[in-house]
């Protein structure tokens, strides 16, 4: 018994194994996290290797180099670059996608240990660390605090960072720009030296007075006692009566020669929110955490931190990126419902029955809920990938019940009764449901297969498409069948309402069947002509593609920006303040309302705050984070905004460098701006500078270029104190001791740690700020050789002024520049491309430096290659199927070539909207291959079947048209219609997937119309040809047999007389 | 006893086993998924891509009032679909055991 006989006879079992996955489906549903792209799984590795006390150049010679050669062996590596600073190594590997990281990183190790003894003695063993998309921050929050400001750092770590830990899945929060409470004694350098009382003294008699001892145990008749001495200090104050010394005979106080500050550290981050100081509490989560429902349970612990803290302070979300990904999913969602709107009322329109249409839309849900069993199975999400995906299915998954149902509808017509309607019209078209389920198989199964960026993307779209194409044609072969069953019977008498609402459709549609048929026919007689003109339009639309720009993938609008600013290095952080306050001012000035926070950051981090150690800080460097409101509600894209910004930028003459980063973050990769990226190598440091200098000032001249970034620093000045050695000796010094005396006095000495309520703060000794100025300040240290004699510091040396060498970069193991050219919105990255490429031709290029084009134009290019190589896979694979179940290969090879109208139709539909080329488009044209030659499919096989039923090539065409007219129509529309709430959606994120529904909308018109002109007249053309030459072979054979009848005798024998 | 061979397409065999059922007609053979052509009209049933449907055929042997009674039932089946196509035919049973 067949499938659907068996699903017609128990219907029973047929409908509730359908609810049965529908109901896990929904169960998957609820348990699936929400993302905004599928998990890119990370391909990046760091090695650290710490070598203090080494110069960059030093660094890269003996740490960077010998780790670099041996690394560079790991399996399925595609670059690693380093970066060489003082004191650090930073070597990233990144290795191809879809490899597993943690065998790499095993690989990585095994490696390191290889090397690590050839490293300097002095160099730290390499450290290994991995780096994901986990670690971007999920919520950043904005503290405004007045009064609490010296003390936030410990009200909110208590109150605010502690709770948020808590939260399940939350993996570190941490507080930026508050500084933390230090205890700071600052002594005055005259009367220490009057006093003769060093630093060093007075640090190590505060850590000896500041300690609580044990003094063991002792009995008292039955009672065992402990004995304590405790020494710790109860308030900072008390360390200011201490003795440090004696003069005269006399006791010198520490207040004698110092004051106390309980305050906060020296150097730290400062943050300025909306211009008021305060600070920033940034959540990051754990690995593979759902970020939508972390942050929303943050959010809703938000009131109650409220409640805890003073009154003064003030805590605001700043940036929660799950409003981006839940705006985003919810505009998607809802395309998703219009196109299934769009769907149903197409097979309404066209079947002019609810109960045919409520059987076509049923399979609708079965077959997209299915889906999420997959994603729940494999660890998916729901993302702008596997969403799209749905919305694109929607089009297609009721394709093979139509199929299905208008079989049946016509055995009913013909008097059949619906039970044996139903199983016998399924049975008879079941081979070709299945065969075009394979068609479409071959489409989306290679996309499973795609490596590299891409392939991230299009694997979980190829898995999900297959498997809703496999449970939407399980649904037609048996759902279906049982639902016409038990709902479909002849209609013998048709409604008012029918008849008001649906004659003039039908009269419509009647007029569209008869006019195509004429059209047919005369395409039919005039083959050629048909066919040139097809080919003509081909041609017109491949002159369009010269109209058209390409990019990598489309930025995504998520309202939020990055600004980081460097003033000259070695600008003061008051200095760097102003500067932030009144970019503050002039833009929240402007951008009033749209602007829903705007903050700062500057200064110095302290090495314990990991988050804001990661990224460059320093006393110059401003760093600004600024959230617009959703793109829908604003006039302006982001592009704009970030252009307009520049702009402003180019009017502070004091700013040495600036970035406006769209997104928040660096990288044109996916969803950043476009951004040309030009790579140096070259050994010769001063040479590469140059031209990296030469390079941006030409490409900053174009208007189009809105910034443009040069990766190497600027040399930065230091003071260096040049100790003569001869003279350390005759003082007992050596060169260690002396500079350590150096640094205790303007760092600090870490005496000890003040303990109070549980919480360690550091006491730090060192110098009064005011003592602390100026090289004559450095010059006249006073530090004590190991006779107690003081000596001063320009006794011993001299204090220089230097520059310190940059960072060396360095990739795929030679030196590196990098230029990247942010373009203007609006403007496509390949001409960015080439307008940089024409200046490096007109360059002057000494021998052995090179100049590559990299970083996103890079990806594009590979993944336009993978895409050429996977649409050529498919077009093979589309071909088997076809020429498979024709057992012919010419008419596979009719249809393939419509898949040319159907490129023709993309580049037609991007030139008209004037959406650029990217991975989102080209993955829709892929997609076209597939639903484009089922159209010509159910043509061909139709005027095949008329043909086998005796009808002349141009009767069976013409007739094959008219019937098969309103099938195709339907399946089209039904796709593009499910598309047009994507390529008009404006919502948040929607330029995302914009791209992709004009893509599939263009080709599918373009090709359906030319499909239903030219598959005709190319079949009218191999069919005369086949018959003709049929013709010609049977009078071949015909005069053949003549010949041999009239001289068989004399042909035998003269093969018998070559045998003798 | 007269044989009546009763040929259809194949979506008609249940209403045909009814009759018959209905006619006190208990026994029968049947033949499944077979190919045929009407005389005059009525679509080729073979099964094939240009033609898929198939015929069925059922051969019952009933005594002869009964006949002409299942040849007006069949006649009015055919009348009311006669696109599907059923025909029958009868001939005498010369012996049984």
Same mark, same amino acid.
């Given at each position: ?23 896990f489906?929904l ?42 050669n ?15 600073r ?23 190790? &095994? ?7 050839? +490293?300097?003695?002095? $160099?730290?063993t ?12 999920i919520?950043v ?36 720009g508050a ?13 220490? %030296? ?7 003294t007075?640090?190590?008699?505060i ?5 609580n ?28 009566? @201490?003795v ?37 509490i940034?959540?990051?989560k ?28 003030e805590?605001e ?24 709107i ?12 609810w ?6 839309a ?21 993302? =702008?990938?596997?969403?799209?995906c ?6 297609s ?19 059949s ?16 449901v ?74 419509v ?7 195509? $048929? ?12 048909? @066919?040139?003109?097809c ?14 720009k390409? %990019? ?12 980081? +600013? ?19 001012k ?8 749209? @602007? ?6 500057t200064g ?11 990224s ?26 970030c &252009? ?13 460098k ?27 440091m ?7 200098? %030469? ?7 174009w ?20 100790? &003569? ?8 010094l050596? @060169? ?12 600090? $000495?870490?005496?000890?740690y ?23 300040? =450095? ?20 204090v ?9 970069e ?17 403007t ?16 002057d ?16 290019? &590979?993944?336009?290659?993978?895409l050429g ?12 199927v ?34 650029n ?76 997937w914009?791209?992709?529904?004009? $893509?599939?909308?263009?080709g ?9 002109i030219?598959?005709?007249a ?33 042909e035998?024998?003269?093969?018998k007389?070559?045998?003798? | ?9 194949i ?12 006619n006190?007609?208990?026994g ?9 052509r ?18 069925g055929?059922?051969i019952?042997?009933?005594?002869? *009032?009964?006949?002409a ?13 006669p696109?599907?196509g ?5 001939? *005498? ?5």
């Open positions: 018994m067949s499938i659907y006989e068996s699903a017609v006879k128990k219907p029973i079992m047929t409908s509730l194994c359908f609810i049965a996955i529908a109901l489906g169960f998957s549903l609820s348990k699936l996290p929400i993302d905004l792209y599928p998990d890119i799984e990370t391909n990046t590795l760091m090695v650290f290797t710490y070598y203090n006390g080494a110069s960059a150049s030093d660094i890269e010679n003996n740490v960077t180099r010998p780790l670099e041996t690394l560079n062996s790991v399996e399925h590596l595609k670059h690693i670059k380093s970066d060489s003082e004191n650090v190594s930073v070597i990233t590997l990144e290795f191809e996608f879809g490899y597993d990281i943690d065998n790499l990183t095993n690989d990585v190790r &095994d490696k390191l240990d290889m090397v690590s003894s050839s +490293l300097p003695d002095e $160099a730290n390499p450290i290994i660390f991995k780096f994901s998309t986990d670690m971007i921050p919520i929050m904005s503290v405004k605090a007045e009064e609490s400001q010296s003390a936030l750092y410990k009200i909110l770590d208590d109150n605010v960072a502690n709770p948020l830990a808590r939260i399940d899945g939350v993996g570190s929060v941490s507080i930026a500084p933390e409470r230090e205890i700071n004694i600052y002594m005055d350098p005259i009367k220490m %030296e009057a006093y003769n009382i060093p630093v060093e007075v640090s190590s008699i850590a000896a007075e500041n300690r001892i044990p003094g063991g145990n002792f009995d008292v008749g039955n009672n065992t006692y402990s004995l304590r001495v405790e020494g710790e200090f109860k308030d900072p104050r008390q360390m200011m009566d @201490l440090v010394g004696t003069h005269n005979g006399a006791n010198v106080y520490l207040k004698d020669i110092a004051r106390i500050v309980d305050n906060v550290q020296e150097r730290s981050q400062h943050t300025y929110i909306e211009g008021q100081q305060g600070a920033m940034i959540v990051q754990q690995s593979g955490g759902n970020s939508v429902a972390i942050s929303k349970a943050v959010k809703e612990e938000l009131p109650n931190l409220q409640k805890r803290l003073p009154s003064d302070v805590l979300i700043m940036i929660d990126t799950s409003d981006n990904i839940l705006n985003t999913v919810n505009t998607l969602s809802s395309t998703i419902r219009d196109a299934m769009f769907v149903v009322l197409v097979v309404f329109i066209f079947l002019g029955r109960r045919a249409t409520v059987i076509i049923i399979t609708i849900p079965f077959s997209l809920v299915a889906s999420f069993i997959y994603l729940f199975a494999t660890g998916g999400s729901i993302n =702008i990938i596997s969403l799209s749905l919305s694109i299915a929607i089009g998954v009721v394709d093979d019940a139509i199929v299905v149902l208008e079989n049946v509808t016509s055995h009913i017509e013909r008097g009764d619906p039970n044996n309607a139903a199983v016998h019209g399924t049975n008879e078209v079941a081979v070709s299945i065969a075009s389920t394979l068609t479409m198989w071959a489409v989306f199964f290679p996309l499973t297969m795609v490596t590299g960026m891409s392939g991230v993307l299009f694997k979980q779209l190829g898995w999900m498409m297959c498997i809703i194409m496999l449970i939407s044609t399980a649904a037609a072969l048996s759902l279906t069948p049982m639902m016409c069953a038990k709902m479909l019977k002849l209609q013998k008498k048709q409604s008012k309402f029918f008849i008001t609402f649906y004659k003039p459709i039908q009269k549609l009647d007029i569209i069947d008869i006019k195509y $048929a004429i059209a047919v026919n005369w395409a039919m007689r005039h083959r050629w002509t048909t @066919l040139a003109a080919f003509g339009l081909f041609l017109v639309s491949l002159l369009c593609a010269k109209g058209i390409s %990019e990598f993938f489309p930025a995504n609008d998520n309202g939020r920006v990055g600004v980081s +600013l460097e003033m000259p290095i070695g600008t003061r952080i008051e200095r760097s303040q102003e500067v932030g306050l009144r970019l503050t002039l833009w929240m000035d402007r951008y009033g309302d749209q @602007l829903i926070a705007c903050g700062f950051t110095q981090a302290d090495e314990n705050n990991t988050f804001a150690s990661l460059d800080n320093g006393t110059h460097i401003i760093s600004f984070n600024i959230m617009f409101v959703p793109s829908n509600e604003r006039e302006k894209s982001l592009e704009i905004l &252009d307009e910004m520049r702009a402003d930028l180019k009017m502070f003459p004091e700013l040495a600036s970035n406006v980063m769209l997104g928040g973050s660096q990288g044109g990769g996916m969803g950043g701006q476009s951004m040309a990226s030009f790579e140096i190598y070259g050994y010769d001063e040479t590469t500078d140059r031209l990296s200098k %030469e390079l941006a000032s030409s490409l900053r001249e208007e189009k270029v809105t910034q443009v970034n040069i990766s190497r620093s600027d040399y930065q000045p230091q003071y260096i104190v040049d100790f &003569d050695r001869e003279k350390l000796a005759m003082h007992g050596n @060169l260690s001791t002396a500079a350590n005396y150096m640094r205790n006095r303007y760092n600090g $000495a870490l005496a000890t003040y303990r109070e309520d549980g919480d360690e703060y550091d006491v730090k000794v060192r110098y009064e700020p005011n003592a602390r100025q100026s090289i004559n300040d =450095i010059e006249n240290i006073v530090i004590y050789g190991s006779n107690g004699q003081p000596v001063r510091i320009k006794e011993l040396g001299k220089v002024l230097n520059e310190m060498p940059p960072t060396i360095r990739k795929d193991r030679e030196r590196i520049v990098t230029v990247d050219a942010v373009l203007a919105a609006g496509a990255l390949s001409d960015g491309v080439n307008y940089g490429q024409a200046i490096i031709d007109k360059m290029i000494p021998a052995g430096i090179s100049i590559e084009v990299a970083g996103s134009y890079e990806d594009q290019q &590979d993944s336009n290659r993978d190589q996977l649409a050529i896979i498919i077009l093979v694979m589309v071909f088997i076809m020429a498979s179940q024709f057992e012919s290969l010419t008419y596979p090879f009719i249809l393939m070539i419509s898949v040319l109208f159907a490129i023709s139709g993309v580049l037609l539909a991007l030139f008209i909207t004037g959406t080329l990217n991975v989102m488009s080209m993955l829709g044209s892929i997609m076209l291959i597939g639903i484009v030659v089922k159209n010509g499919i159910v043509l061909i096989d139709y005027t095949m079947l008329l043909r086998e039923r005796g009808l002349g090539v141009i009767q069976a065409c013409v007739g094959a048209a008219k019937s098969r007219m309103r099938p195709v129509l339907m399946t089209t529309l039904t796709t593009i219609l499910g598309m047009v709430p994507l390529a008009v959606s404006q919502g948040v994120g929607a330029e995302m914009r791209p992709l529904g004009i $893509a599939i909308i263009g599918l018109t373009v090709s359906t119309i030319m499909t239903l030219y598959v005709p190319m079949y009218g053309i191999f069919a005369g040809n086949g018959i003709q030459n049929r013709r010609r072979a049977i009078k071949k054979q015909r005069e053949l047999q003549a010949y041999w009848n009239e001289n068989k005798e004399t035998q024998l003269k093969g007389d070559k045998k003798h | 006893m007269k044989s009546i061979f009763i040929t259809f397409d979506s008609h065999k249940e209403k045909i086993v009814d009759m018959l059922t209905h006190s007609c208990r029968y053979s049947f033949f499944d998924q077979i190919q045929g009407g005389s005059k009209t009525g679509d080729p049933h073979y099964g094939s891509h240009a033609w898929p449907s198939m015929c055929s059922i019952t042997i009933v005594d002869d *009032n009964k006949v009674k299942i040849l007006k039932d069949i006649e009015a089946i055919d009348k009311e679909t696109q599907l059923l025909r029958a035919f009868v001939w *005498n049973i010369e012996q049984q055991y």
